[in-house]
């Protein structure tokens, strides 16, 4: 159902971590930048900007943002709305701006601010979110490349089409009529993000896997797929691209849709469950009654192939702000140690075969201060290739609707997120 007027987004600000507000966009009357100084009140009351609740209710106004590579997009609304659709609209605009300039900074919304704002009149139309879609955004506002601002500054031509691309007006308002490619290929990356806790014992107290679907399409004409999953009962809660079929997906399980040109994520998923990690991590931090400490921490694979390789492996050890007097040696990889953070970082990189990493070290505490009551708790960190930690694989891609037979590509990742392991 459509929004009421009262209840669209009435501003948009671009604002780094320390309050400097980079874009402003207003569609429904403008808001004074005050509200800016509000939520960095809010700000400042966390430990860390990513802790900031993501609505915020002032006397006026409701305050929805996310958080971007130390930048907030703020989105300010007068009346309720619904704050997923507003979260999503800026998930979504996060997406377009690193499409077109790369990742969001406060450095790359600078030097592109005229390309935000263009992006920003396309995707919004009196407060509603209007076109989100990369494919067609591109075919309307071009990419801010060095040869293309040459061409501006010398011309004065705008970025901008004085037409409608095709598809604006088409029934698959995500891709235009008319596409050739020279060779027709599609290729799927799935990556699963893990974050768990792991007790001493080695036991698995929680686990939380969060799967992405990207796809980068380059066929021609108006191609229909068709995609099936191996094990896809394991899918908790998915989301869709607006081009799957979802009554489809709901009664047989099976992805259906018509892909954008160019790269987009087609679905992302969660799934829980006691999973088997691809490494284990064994760690004993003990302290003795006169403050001395011994610290001992074994890491190996749990599986054993030529095809799955353990990389960019560490593991980082966080200690009392009392420490003293650390040495650490690392049979595998190197060790760093901040004195000011009392940080331990032990980077492992690959994971090798002939041998068990371990770092062995001593730590020291001031005698008249008690012992902690608890070891830390260890971050660890990896990635895995040709591995889906939930066993998730495509079955079956199958084209309709065209008589070329495309390449197909499909990758697997499985990457740390924020995986404890308490000591």
Same mark, same amino acid.
């Given at each position: 159902l459509p929004l009421p007027v009262s209840g669209m987004i009435q501003s948009i600000f671009m604002v780094s971590v320390g309050g400097e507000v980079l874009i402003e966009k207003h569609w429904r009357g403008s808001v004074n930048r005050t509200v800016c100084d509000q939520f960095m009140e809010e700000v400042s009351k966390v430990s860390k900007p990513s802790e900031v609740l993501p609505v915020l209710a002032t006397s006026r106004?409701?305050?929805?943002?996310?958080?971007?590579?130390?930048?907030?997009?703020?989105?300010?609304?007068?009346?309720?709305?619904?704050?997923?659709?507003?979260?999503?609209?800026?998930?979504?605009?996060?997406?377009?701006?690193?499409?077109?300039?790369?990742?969001?900074?406060?450095?790359?919304?600078?030097?592109?601010?005229?390309?935000?704002?263009?992006?920003?009149?396309?995707?919004?139309?009196?407060?509603?979110?209007?076109?989100?879609?990369?494919?067609?955004?591109?075919?309307m506002i071009a990419t801010p490349t060095m040869v293309h601002k040459i061409m501006t500054s010398v011309t004065g031509k705008s970025a901008i089409r004085s037409d409608f691309?095709?598809?604006?007006?088409?029934?698959?308002?995500?891709?235009?009529?008319?596409?050739?490619?020279?060779?027709?290929?599609?290729?799927?990356?799935?990556?699963?993000?893990?974050?768990?806790?792991?007790? @001493?014992?080695?036991?698995?107290?929680?686990? !939380? +896997?969060?799967?992405? /679907?990207?796809? #980068?399409?380059?066929?021609?004409?108006?191609?229909?797929?068709?995609?099936?999953?191996?094990?896809?009962?394991?899918?908790?809660?998915?989301?869709?691209?607006?081009?799957?079929?979802?009554?489809?997906?709901?009664?047989?399980?099976v992805l259906s849709f018509v892909p954008p040109d160019g790269f987009f994520q087609l679905m992302t998923y969660?799934?829980?469950?006691?999973?088997?990690?691809?490494?284990?991590?064994?760690?004993?931090?003990?302290?003795?009654?006169?403050?001395?400490g011994k610290v001992l921490v074994l890491? @190996?694979?749990?599986?054993?192939?030529?095809? !799955? +390789?353990?990389?960019? /492996?560490?593991? #980082?050890i966080p200690f009392p702000p009392n420490v003293t007097n650390t040495q650490f040696n690392a049979t595998c990889g190197y060790t760093q140690f901040d004195e000011i953070t009392k940080v331990c970082k032990w980077e492992i990189g690959r994971m090798p075969k002939e041998k068990t990493p371990q770092l062995t070290g001593s730590v020291s505490l001031p005698a008249d201060e008690p012992l902690p009551e608890q070891g830390p708790t260890l971050?660890?960190?990896?990635?895995?290739?040709?591995?889906?930690?939930?066993?998730?694989?495509?079955d079956v891609l199958t084209l309709h609707n065209e008589k070329y037979r495309p390449y197909k590509g499909i990758r697997y990742l499985t990457k740390a997120g924020v995986c404890e392991f308490r000591s």
């Open positions: 106004f409701y305050l929805i943002h996310v958080l971007k590579n130390n930048v907030f997009l703020l989105a300010i609304a007068q009346q309720e709305v619904p704050p997923l659709l507003v979260l999503e609209f800026l998930h979504r605009a996060a997406t377009i701006f690193r499409y077109y300039f790369g990742e969001v900074t406060e450095d790359s919304v600078k030097e592109n601010f005229l390309t935000v704002y263009q992006l920003l009149d396309e995707m919004i139309d009196s407060g509603m979110p209007l076109t989100t879609e990369a494919s067609i955004l591109k075919d691309p095709d598809g604006t007006s088409s029934n698959v308002p995500w891709r235009r009529l008319g596409i050739k490619h020279g060779t027709n290929e599609v290729f799927f990356d799935l990556e699963e993000e893990v974050d768990c806790t792991v007790e @001493g014992n080695g036991l698995m107290k929680s686990c !939380l +896997v969060t799967g992405t /679907v990207n796809c #980068t399409s380059r066929l021609s004409g108006m191609p229909d797929l068709t995609m099936t999953f191996k094990n896809s009962s394991l899918f908790d809660d998915a989301s869709f691209h607006p081009c799957v079929r979802y009554s489809r997906y709901l009664r047989d399980r969660r799934t829980t469950g006691n999973l088997t990690l691809p490494l284990y991590v064994k760690p004993q931090i003990t302290f003795t009654p006169d403050g001395s890491c @190996g694979p749990k599986i054993q192939t030529d095809k !799955l +390789v353990l990389e960019d /492996v560490s593991v #980082t971050l660890v960190g990896f990635r895995v290739g040709h591995y889906a930690i939930t066993g998730c694989k495509v």
